[in-house]
């Protein structure tokens, strides 16, 4: 039986791993992970639940009786508290902005990276987030760190915003793009920051279906397609 395929996407806020990995999963027919939807998700079931976000063993207790599930597919991650698809509640701004704070728990990021191992074990797989490479799938076939400039992931983070009709200027985005950064890089648990043998990748000036092809480009020359 051949190896299950794994490709780690890592990188900051706004630089393009959600919309490359949903484009790959599909072009590849493979399942896709999105493992932030998971820390959102509980981020959500905290804030509904009163909780301090500050407090690990409150935020742990949530995450242990919130039944987060996801449903796994090529192209797509649908995430559930109980029945209810949050797939689409947990993008706003007040549900990321909040959502470093819970990541930051070292039991918290121990229990959603065991799930995320169970949910893609033996399966060919894209797994997107922010310590893929370095926690969650060290020993992944191919490594990608998507970088952009910060300008343009606030950028795009805000024409987001403007399309699911959330109030944000740019200015403000660019705000809390830079302080999501300064948070991520800056954690204890698991920070932001590029493994050994990631392959880099400058999405900058990249419209998408140019990531696409360079991600493409470098499984074939690693033989994976």
């Given at each position: 039986?051949?190896?299950?395929?794994?490709?780690?996407?890592?990188?900051?806020?706004?630089?393009?791993?959600?919309?490359?990995?949903?484009?790959?999963?599909?072009?590849?027919?493979?399942?896709?992970?999105?493992?932030?939807?998971?820390?959102?998700?509980?981020?959500?079931?905290?804030?509904?639940?009163?909780?301090?976000?500050?407090?690990?063993?409150?935020?742990?207790?949530?995450?242990?009786?919130?039944?987060?599930?996801?449903?796994?597919?090529?192209?797509?991650?649908?995430?559930?508290?109980?029945?209810?698809?949050?797939?689409?509640?947990?993008?706003?701004?007040?549900?990321?902005?909040?959502?470093?704070?819970?990541?930051?728990?070292?039991?918290?990021?121990?229990?959603?990276?065991?799930?995320?191992?169970?949910?893609?074990?033996?399966?060919?797989?894209i797994i997107e987030g922010r310590d893929i490479a370095t926690v969650v799938a060290p020993n992944a076939e191919v490594k990608i760190?998507?970088?952009?400039?910060?300008?343009?992931?606030?950028?795009?983070?805000?024409?987001?915003?403007?399309?699911?009709?959330?109030?944000?200027?740019?200015?403000?985005?660019?705000?809390?793009?830079?302080?999501?950064?300064?948070?991520?890089?800056?954690?204890?648990?698991?920070?932001?920051?590029?493994?050994?043998?990631?392959?880099?990748?400058?999405?900058?000036?990249?419209?998408?279906?140019?990531?696409?092809?360079?991600?493409?480009?470098?499984?074939?020359?690693?033989?994976?397609?």
């Amino acid at each position: 039986m051949n190896k299950a395929l794994t490709i780690a996407i890592d990188g900051p806020v706004g630089s393009g791993k959600g919309t490359l990995s949903v484009a790959l999963s599909k072009k590849l027919g493979i399942l896709y992970l999105y493992t932030g939807g998971m820390y959102r998700a509980l981020t959500l079931a905290c804030i509904r639940k009163g909780v301090n976000l500050s407090d690990e063993d409150a935020v742990f207790e949530v995450l242990t009786t919130c039944n987060l599930h996801l449903k796994v597919s090529s192209g797509d991650t649908v995430i559930y508290l109980g029945e209810e698809d949050v797939t689409d509640e947990i993008i706003r701004p007040e549900i990321s902005n909040k959502t470093p704070i819970i990541a930051a728990h070292p039991r918290v990021r121990e229990e959603m990276v065991r799930r995320q191992k169970e949910i893609v074990e033996g399966h060919d797989a894209i797994i997107e987030g922010r310590d893929i490479a370095t926690v969650v799938a060290p020993n992944a076939e191919v490594k990608i760190f998507l970088t952009a400039s910060l300008e343009a992931r606030s950028f795009r983070r805000f024409e987001q915003f403007k399309e699911r009709g959330i109030q944000k200027t740019y200015e403000e985005v660019l705000s809390d793009t830079s302080e999501r950064d300064s948070l991520d890089e800056n954690r204890v648990a698991s920070p932001l920051e590029k493994h050994k043998g990631t392959i880099e990748v400058d999405t900058t000036a990249d419209r998408v279906e140019q990531t696409v092809a360079k991600v493409m480009e470098i499984l074939k020359e690693r033989q994976f397609i």
